[in-house]
């Protein structure tokens, strides 16, 4: 029987060290496993926070560029009440110096009626 089939030699069954040893493996490959599912929820977290960020820049954004035309419009409007104003005024002085000719006016025509009443009563007597 020189070449019949011999069975291979078979392993020997593993040991409780080997077998301890696959457990710890397994355990750190679960704990490997469990941080990685965390950073990637860190990682959506982060991400989420980061568009909530960019979301309120944008608002703040919009409301700086609402506030620069509100800014822009009221410039404008104070201009356009200035040039109210300075219009008011010259329209004051210019009814002002009118009335202050219609005073002298009455003033002279005033003085030019005593004349005439002087005048007349001298002619009288």
Sequence with gaps: MPNQ??????DPP???????E?????????RFRRL?????????QHREALESVREERERLREAGEAARIAGEDARAAAEAARHAAMGAVRATAETMQASLE???VVEEMRRT?????????LESN
């Design 5 to 10: 089939s011999v069975p291979p030699p078979r």
């Design 22 to 30: 696959a457990e710890d493996r397994r355990q750190v490959a679960e």
């Design 113 to 121: 009626l005593r004349d005439i009443r002087e005048v007349n009563k």
């Design 36 to 44: 990685a599912e965390e950073a990637r929820e860190v990682r959506d």
């Design 14 to 20: 593993p040991s409780e060290g080997v077998r301890e």
């Design 102 to 104: 219609h005073m002298r």
